[in-house]
């Protein structure tokens, strides 16, 4: 009888979690953990670009999310490489890295909390891209709420001020580049083993990342290390957990959750870098989570 390995149990452990009955409750709560642990992978980010540098960070993360994976489903590998959509397992996971560098570059030269406003567009363009490509409804009252939190967003950006610079630019483009991944993985869940989305979308950028990254590459220290682990396993942890959320629910039904990160980076600027939002980015971020949770609500309750 062949022995079981940790790496099964973990996997069986998710699956359980992840089925069962309320499947709309099931894939909010995994999208607002999603969200949770990609702030923190961001904070970690933040700490390790100043001492390790973007791009070597860059390839951390998916170098350490291609390991933890690999680990993970080296039992069945022969399955998991199987894809049915191996062009848009590529696109998706091209994008996802095009709006992680991005969104890393941006952390190096704005605080958190900016980063994070700024780039909390992405949802507004997911309920419309899930509606233009993917034909999920978009009803009256989900135009409202897109509109609404597009004002929020114009708040917390603030055209004119400090935070309205080139830097801006590139979590306004990490959030174009997120948006194409967030409907690409709604496309290909329902087909596709989390795990071969998972498996997939963290070989392309480490490949691509291992040819870029060398002329950039530099010895990390001990904190470096530490960073980089929590870099690779927040980061991993949270992609399983989007996958998993995007093939159980509607992305225009879990789009408005991703503003829970806007909370959680504020938190997380000021306990870790003393960056305190000032009173227009809370005032926009209100704005911009009052409207998901009331298109949330108004569409639940008529569904």
């Known amino acids: 009888m062949q022995s079981r390995r ?8 998710f699956q359980h979690m992840t089925d069962g009955p309320d ?3 099931k894939a909010i709560m995994l999208m607002v953990s999603a969200i949770l642990f990609f702030t923190l992978m961001d904070a ?6 100043p001492r390790f540098g973007v791009i070597p960070s860059l390839w951390a993360r998916y170098g350490g999310q291609m390991l933890l994976v690999f680990v993970l489903v080296l039992p069945r590998l022969h399955r998991v490489v199987r894809t049915k959509y191996p062009v848009l397992q590529f696109l998706r996971s091209l994008l996802l890295m095009g709006a992680t560098g991005f ?32 034909h999920e409804p978009l009803g009256p009252r989900r135009i409202v709420g897109i509109v609404v939190a597009m004002c929020g967003a114009l708040i917390i950006i603030r055209p004119g001020s400090s935070v309205f610079s080139l830097a801006s630019l590139y979590p306004l483009a990490a959030a174009c580049c997120y948006t194409g991944y967030a409907l690409l993985t709604r496309k ?22 291992s040819l870029v990254a060398p002329p950039y590459a ?10 980089i682990a929590m870099v690779a396993g927040f980061g991993t942890i949270a992609q399983m957990l989007l996958i998993r959320a995007f093939t159980m629910g509607q992305a225009s039904m879990l789009a408005p959750y991703a503003y829970c990160g806007l909370g959680f980076a504020a938190v997380w600027g000021a306990v ?6 000032d009173i227009w980015t809370i005032c926009g971020a209100l704005v911009i989570a009052g409207a998901g949770l009331y298109v949330w609500h108004r569409e639940t309750k008529t569904s």
């Open 6 to 13: 940790p790496q099964d149990d973990f996997i069986e452990l």
């Open 103 to 134: 969104f890393f570059l941006a952390l190096s030269l704005i605080p958190l909390t900016d980063a994070t406003a700024l780039m909390s567009v992405n949802p507004v363009l997911i309920t419309l891209g899930a509606a233009l490509f993917l």
């Open 44 to 49: 970690s980010v933040k700490a390790l670009t």
């Open 218 to 227: 530099q010895m990390p220290d001990a904190i470096s290390w530490g960073l």
């Open 23 to 25: 499947t709309q409750g």
């Open 272 to 277: 870790f870098f003393g960056e305190l939002p």
């Open 188 to 209: 290909v869940g329902p087909d596709e083993d989390v795990w071969t989305s998972l498996f997939y979308t963290g070989l392309v950028g480490t490949v691509i990342m």
